[in-house]
Nanobody, 128 residues
């Protein structure tokens, strides 16, 4: 499967931005798609996940009030709607694909090593 992330850019604090990740090459039933991000000098961190078949989601607690994840099954596309962006949201955002067993626990969902396909990343820069 190939993942293509898009939608990043340079915005000001308080702005909104929507990232998208298009998947091609296979059906996504039985899989989970997630967003991770990596800021300069920091480790990659979990942002959110969506179980493709059911649409159930998980979101990092610190982002629940500002970010929303959703998917378009017809277009095989996952999106991350981000609002009230802050400078600390500046990072490269990656989409990833993993098996549904990542839903075993929060820890397994958030562990980047459980995902085996990754998009190329899209840069989000939030200026103050």
């Amino acid at each position: 499967v190939q993942l293509q992330a898009s939608g990043g850019g340079v915005v000001q604090a308080g702005d909104s931005l929507t990232l998208s990740c298009a998947a091609s090459g296979r059906t996504l039933s039985g899989y989970t798609m997630s967003w991770f991000r990596q800021a300069p000098g920091k480790e990659r961190e979990f942002v959110s996940a969506i179980r493709w078949s059911s649409g159930i989601t998980r979101m990092a607690d610190s982002l629940k009030d500002r970010f929303t994840i959703y998917r378009d099954k017809d277009r095989n596309t996952m999106s991350l709607q981000m609002s009230s962006l802050r400078p600390e949201d500046t990072a490269v955002y990656f989409c990833a694909l993993g098996p549904d067993r990542v839903w075993t626990s929060w820890r397994t969902t958030a562990a980047s090593g459980n995902y085996y396909s990754w998009g190329q990343g899209t840069q989000v820069t939030v200026s103050s």
